[in-house]
């Protein structure tokens, strides 16, 4: 008689208490506790310190268990970027959002319109157009509510935003003509400023996006005492925390910055921005720690100095580089082999695949562990339902759930 099973088993996960080596069926998306509490204290201290509020991008990893850490550790809310990351995290208890983008399409404003009926909850978004200032102002006009908005400012050839001074000023009046919308700050992103001149351009556009908000409030045009101005992503936050202290931007603001792959940290174009961060900042003696591995198997051995790990596009992102292999583990043995695998290097991904050289003097079995470091946390999250959250001994703490 044959049986059947019924368990669905997701991709990554294990019970509290599973060892990482012994216990898990791999691939799996790992984060390490100390490494996570480590950033999670740092930049909130970083951040306060620097006379800012926290509210970091939570669509990185799209984990309300960290959402809570996050906040329980001082954060002033949670960014996200679309309705329904919104909804996720409302109905996981976050309280106020900051939507870094435009709220468009009516399915998206009823969305934001039936968390609003909740006099707990705060809300802002990111306009930049009087196309969408007044489709804003119509609906929640027939809702009969009132919506916080944030004039988003931008730079040419970038993102989203006004391109000019004088399109925000526009905007506030258009704004200011909707009894529905309220104008609450200014927004923006230096993350688009690239190139060898970035350090400078970015100290621009900080200042320029600091001078905007003093004629606007200057003008009346804000709906609160004390408006929120806002800006940086992971690579560039001690730049606008320096611009926004040195203009004093949060004694007549509320100043809030927004990173979000902090959390994690990365092994690939993160770890280079922190790297960036210390040396420009002498005085922070430590950074963050990367917490995030992808632990995979090497499956084929197919020829000399060549190893294909049970690792894919699946599994980790590869935008920004592949991943980087940093220890090698033998199923049942602790710690870590001696070999170096991180000599070895992943040359390409396919969907469930990594094609790795082997380096002279790694000797490596069918079966054995490997575990990776990524480029770009945001890209590899997105492709788990299930992290799983290791001690120090590698054993399994608490299986967390993303909500994409």
Known sequence: MSSTVNTVVEKGAAPAGAHLVRDVSLPALVLHREALEHNIRWMQQFVTASGAELAPHGKTSMIPALFRRQLDAGAWGITLATAVQTRAAYARGVRRVLLANQLVGAPNMALISELLSDPDFEFHCMVDHPDNVAELGAFFAGRGQRLNVMIEYGVVGGRCGCRTEAEVLALAAAIKAQPALALTGIEGYEGVIHGEQAVSGIRQFAHSLVRLAVQLQDSGAFASERPIITASGSAWYDLIAESFAAQNASGRFLSVLRPGSYVAHDHGIYKEAQCCVLDRRSDLHEGLRPALEVWAHVQSLPEPGLAVVALGKRDVAYDAGLPVPLLRYRAGVL??????????????????????????????????????????????????????????????????????
């Open 335 to 404: 710690p870590a082999s001696g070999d170096d695998v991180s000599a070895c290097q992943v040359t390409k991904v396919m969907d469930q695949h990594a094609f790795m050289t082997v380096a002279p003097g790694v000797e490596l079995r069918i079966g054995d562990i490997i575990a990776f470091g990524a480029s770009h946390p945001c890209l590899t999250f997105d492709k788990w339902r299930s992290v799983l959250l290791v001690d120090e001994q590698l054993q399994v703490i608490e299986s967390l759930d993303t909500c994409f």
